[in-house]
């Protein structure tokens, strides 16, 4: 019998039989993994598997390879901060339902993990949490292979008047090495660089961005999926703020 015991938020959980449930944990050293917790449908446990908590997990199966079933004890719940608000529910769905889709499954993300964990912490702080979720979707498509370079113009090598991000390379493009192909450029807002805070519809725009390199480069290399539409839902909650 295999055993481990690891720390970890929930992302999903599906039915499994009449009363036990498929759950699906980001963990801190396993990455995404999945179990069977049984009785998963019960009064005591239903509460405790929600997304976005934050959960202790122990994994048994007879072989590593096997779907493996799951004992959970509850951490901490989110549930509260993340029905407090519009944005903050919003915000739970989509990074779910993202790391659900992309992640590789038993893969250790440890820099990732800790910025998700840090980012579902910070649910119902609407002030700060749009800033903090583009922060996010930046380190996943790095962590993912497909950050974007934005620190030097991708066509003559400067790095004044960037404004534009190529949608082929991921890179810095400079209004002067643009030219004629601008319209087909991605905007390449001063936030997205990291350069200070930004109103609401800056963060949006460079939202934008991050969400054309998630759904055509980092979901089409998994195969031919839709980007959930929770993601599009969020972007609607922060352009109500």
């Known amino acids: 019998?295999?055993?481990?015991?690891?720390?970890?938020?929930?992302?999903?959980?599906?039915?499994?039989?009449?009363t036990s449930v498929i759950v699906e944990v980001f963990t801190r050293s396993r990455g995404r993994h999945a179990?069977?917790?049984?009785?998963?449908?019960?009064r005591k446990l239903a509460p405790v598997l929600q997304p976005g908590a934050q959960v202790s997990v122990t994994w048994k199966a007879r072989l590593d390879s096997h779907l493996g079933a799951f004992s959970i004890e509850p951490i901490r719940s989110r549930a509260s901060a993340a029905m407090s608000d519009r944005l903050s529910l919003a915000g739970l769905n989509a990074v779910c339902a993202i790391l659900a889709q992309v992640l590789p499954e038993r893969e250790e993300q440890a820099q990732l993990y800790q910025q998700t964990v840090a980012i579902l912490d910070l649910l119902g702080q609407t002030d700060i949490w749009p800033l903090a979720y583009l922060r996010w979707e930046q380190l996943l498509l790095e962590e993912m292979g497909f950050g974007m370079d934005l620190t030097a113009c991708a066509v003559h090598g400067v790095n004044e008047d960037l404004i534009y991000v190529s949608p082929k390379s991921g890179r810095a493009v400079s209004r002067e090495g643009a030219g004629e192909w601008a319209d087909r450029m991605l905007p390449l807002p001063?936030?997205?660089?990291?350069?200070g805070d930004a109103d609401n519809a800056e963060i949006i725009a460079a939202l934008r961005t991050t969400g054309h390199f998630i759904e055509h480069r980092l979901i089409k290399s998994l195969g031919d999926r839709p980007m959930s539409a929770a993601r599009g839902r969020l972007l609607d909650a922060i352009g109500r703020l």
């Not at 019998?1 to 009449?18: S, V």
């Not at 179990?35 to 019960?42: D, H, L, W, Y």
């Open 1 to 18: 019998m295999i055993t481990w015991t690891d720390e970890g938020a929930i992302l999903t959980t599906r039915p499994f039989g009449e």
């Open 35 to 42: 179990g069977v917790v049984k009785g998963g449908t019960s």
């Open 190 to 195: 001063p936030v997205l660089a990291g350069k």
